[in-house]
């Protein structure tokens, strides 16, 4: 039997209730209510499309449905909000089963379970060639709490929320039908929403966004027209089981963890004033962080926006390092 787009959707029915929510899967479209005062709603959307963000052969359906939702839940954190409701869009070519439709929208919704979303709407269609899915994601905030791209300043310092590399060194693993526990990495994404909204909630970044595209194109983003990033080489983080499968690959793990993308941390810079209660914050909640270097003003004899130094203090070009991926 090939299921019929209200079958489809009756399989992301769900009746469960949640704060805001006036009414959700069922009508033309979803009612929820205005946010709490002094809060705001957060709003982002993600598209991953078969051949671009993914291959079907490579990546299970359970996996595809976390990780769509994942993508968009860094982008939430990013700003330091609390998720609450998704919408989901699918373009389903002929040649996808039912059970993978049935798997996926059974994983979609565990994981909403899991994080507490409701999934309110969407869009299901017919695709002529390959699968797409597009998810929404609404959060909530109060508005003094999030936290922008625009906030960093002169001395800041400059952190992530965790390891780079080890998505980008699966990556080319699949590619190269290479066997190796690492395109875990690739395959299942972490999900900071819990460090970002209480780190939002106790004002220690100033600003913060994920890394989605590579940590050079991303960092880029924090430093706007007047900033300097100044990285030291020994701190980048990269795991050990990265250096590893990279040796193995014959590739460059440094490369991979500054320009590789898709490792869903969080890069954010603090104040030099609210640093030492930051670091006691985070190791009194086991929060993994690594320090990369400090922002400055931008010299006017040396414009780049990122430097990297190694450890006699000499810069390293970073003129072939790929800065990331960009959607075009
Ligand atoms: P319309 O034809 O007016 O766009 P639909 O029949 O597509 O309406 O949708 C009916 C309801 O099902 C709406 O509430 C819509 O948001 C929801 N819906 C459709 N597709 C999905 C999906 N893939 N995931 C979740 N909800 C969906
Ligand atoms: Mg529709």
């Not at 009746?15 to 959700?24: F, I, M, N, Q, S």
């Not at 190791?283 to 004899?301: D, I, N, P, Q, T």
Request: glycine share 8%; aromatic share 8%; proline share 3%.
């Amino acid at each position: 039997m090939v299921w019929s787009e209200f079958d489809i959707i009756s399989l992301f029915k769900s009746k469960k209730t949640a704060p805001y929510l006036v009414r959700g899967i069922g009508d033309d479209a979803a009612v929820i209510s205005a946010p709490n005062k002094g809060e705001s709603w957060v709003m982002t959307q993600d598209l991953l499309t078969e051949g671009i963000h993914f291959r079907r052969d490579w990546i299970s359906a359970r996996d595809l449905a976390t990780k769509a939702i994942a993508v968009n839940l860094s982008d939430l954190a990013a700003m330091g909000a609390t998720p609450r409701f998704l919408l989901l869009t699918l373009g389903l070519p002929k040649t996808i089963s039912d059970a993978w439709i049935a798997s996926f929208a059974r994983h979609f919704l565990r994981v909403c379970a899991q994080h507490k979303l409701i999934l309110i709407g969407g869009d299901t269609c017919a695709s002529d060639h390959d699968l797409s899915i597009h998810v929404t994601a609404i959060g909530s905030a109060p508005t003094r709490n999030i936290v922008y791209r625009t906030g960093a300043k002169d001395g800041d310092c400059i952190y992530t929320s965790g390891s780079l590399g080890a998505s980008a060194v699966g990556l080319e693993c699949l590619k190269r039908g290479v066997k190796s526990s690492i395109v875990e990495y690739h395959l299942r994404p972490p999900i900071r929403t819990a460090f970002a909204q209480a780190m939002a909630a106790k004002g220690f970044a100033s600003a913060m966004t994920d890394i989605s595209d590579g940590l050079l194109l991303n960092l880029e983003s924090l430093c706007a027209d007047s900033l300097q990033a100044h990285l030291d080489r020994t701190a980048i983080p990269i795991d050990a089981m990265t250096e590893r499968v990279a040796t193995r690959l014959g590739a460059d793990a440094l490369a991979l963890a500054l320009g590789g993308g898709e490792d869903y941390e969080l890069v954010f810079t603090v104040p030099a004033r609210k640093e030492a209660d930051f670091v006691c914050w985070c190791r009194e909640k086991y929060y993994g962080v690594y320090k990369l270097g400090k922002m400055s003003k931008r010299s006017a004899s040396h414009r780049e926006k990122i430097i990297l130094w190694d450890e006699t203090h000499k810069e390293i070009s970073l003129k072939g390092v790929k800065k990331g991926y960009q959607g075009r």
